[in-house]
Nanobody, 123 residues
Framework: AQLVESGGGLVQAGDSLRLSCVGSGRSFSDYAMGWFRQAPGKEREFVASIDWRGATSYYSDSVKGRFTISRDNAKNAVYLQMNSLKPEDTAVYSC?????????????????WGQGTQVTVSS
C-alpha cells in the first residue's frame, strides 16, 4: 500500500493551494489520516489530522484558521486546503495514515506515509 501526494508548487504569500493524497493498494477508509510538513533544517511538524469518518479534525496552532483537512473515502483520498499562505509555510508536505477506526486526539501515528510534495511560498 502507498500514499501519493500532489498539488504542491510555488506561490506568493496570501495565495492558496490544495494538496491531495491518494492511497492505493488498500482501503484507508478505516484509518485516521493526517498531514505533516518538514522545512529544511527543521524537525518534521504535525499540521492536521482527521478521523476515519471525517467527523473530527485537529490542527497545529500555526495553521489553525487557515488550513482545512478533508477526506473522501470513496476516492481513498485526503486533502489539505491551504489559504493565506505565509513564507513560513514553506516545506515538504506529506500525508500519513494510522489504523484507527475511532476518535482521534491530535497528531496521528504514521503507519503509512507518502514521499511528500514541495510547497514554496515567496514573500
Amino acid at each position: 500500500a502507498q500514499l501519493v501526494e500532489s498539488g504542491g508548487g510555488l506561490v506568493q504569500a496570501g495565495d492558496s493551494l490544495r494538496l491531495s493524497c491518494v492511497g492505493s493498494g488498500r482501503s484507508f477508509s478505516d484509518y485516521a489520516m493526517g498531514w505533516f510538513r518538514q522545512a529544511p533544517g527543521k524537525e518534521r511538524e504535525f499540521v492536521a489530522s482527521i478521523d476515519w469518518r471525517g467527523a473530527t479534525s485537529y490542527y497545529s496552532d500555526s495553521v489553525k484558521g487557515r488550513f482545512t483537512i478533508s477526506r473522501d473515502n470513496a476516492k481513498n483520498a485526503v486533502y489539505l486546503q491551504m489559504n493565506s499562505l505565509k513564507p513560513e509555510d514553506t516545506a515538504v508536505y506529506s500525508c500519513a495514515a494510522q489504523r484507527l477506526s475511532g476518535p482521534i486526539g491530535g497528531p496521528i501515528r504514521r503507519d503509512y506515509w507518502g514521499q511528500g510534495t514541495q510547497v514554496t511560498v515567496s514573500s
